[in-house]
């Protein structure tokens, strides 16, 4: 398998392209509260992700930033993953989307995702929103649609 770009990084190299990237979308606030809740038990598995979800995936040159967003976005509401979805609505914010897009990718979940799901995703959402400094449009991303 060829890669696109990072052929033939280490182990280390990785990590600093990944903690960079991390950095970038996340904030330095939290990862620096990641990195600092880690006990010996999840060492590995931060290294683990900073390593393969941000030094390589994250850093690869296929998607952009925003475009990578959408796709975390759907598959957290898709799957459930409600305690990941509001820091990944922060990261889609720092990556570009605005509130009314992540409002889209919301509803087109609803269609694929079900519509309990997109509720939850709407209503995380409006928290988030309300408490992000320029998320002013939190009352459009909680026009979705009411509890079933």
Do not use: K
Not at 53 to 61: C, I, L, M, Q, T
Not at 72 to 83: D, F, R, W
Not at 118 to 141: H, K, Q, W, Y
Request: aromatic letters at 6%; proline letters at 4%.
């Amino acid at each position: 398998m060829t890669r696109p770009r990072g052929d033939g990084l280490t182990d280390v190299e990785r990590w600093e392209q990944g903690m960079a990237v991390r950095r970038a979308v996340l904030s330095d606030e939290h990862v620096d509260r990641a990195v600092g809740g880690t006990t010996a038990l999840t060492a590995d598995w931060q290294d683990f992700i900073t390593r393969t979800a941000w030094g390589d995936v994250w850093s690869r040159p296929g998607l952009d930033r925003r475009s990578r967003s959408i796709a975390v976005l759907s598959s957290l509401i898709a799957h459930g993953h409600q305690e990941e979805l509001a820091m990944h609505l922060r990261a889609a914010l720092r990556n570009g989307l605005t509130v009314e897009e992540i409002g889209e990718v919301i509803l087109q979940s609803a269609i694929y995702s079900g519509v309990p799901a997109a509720n939850t995703a709407f209503r995380i959402a409006a928290a988030v929103f309300a408490e992000t400094p320029g998320g002013d449009g939190a009352s459009s991303a909680s026009s979705g649609p009411a509890s079933p």
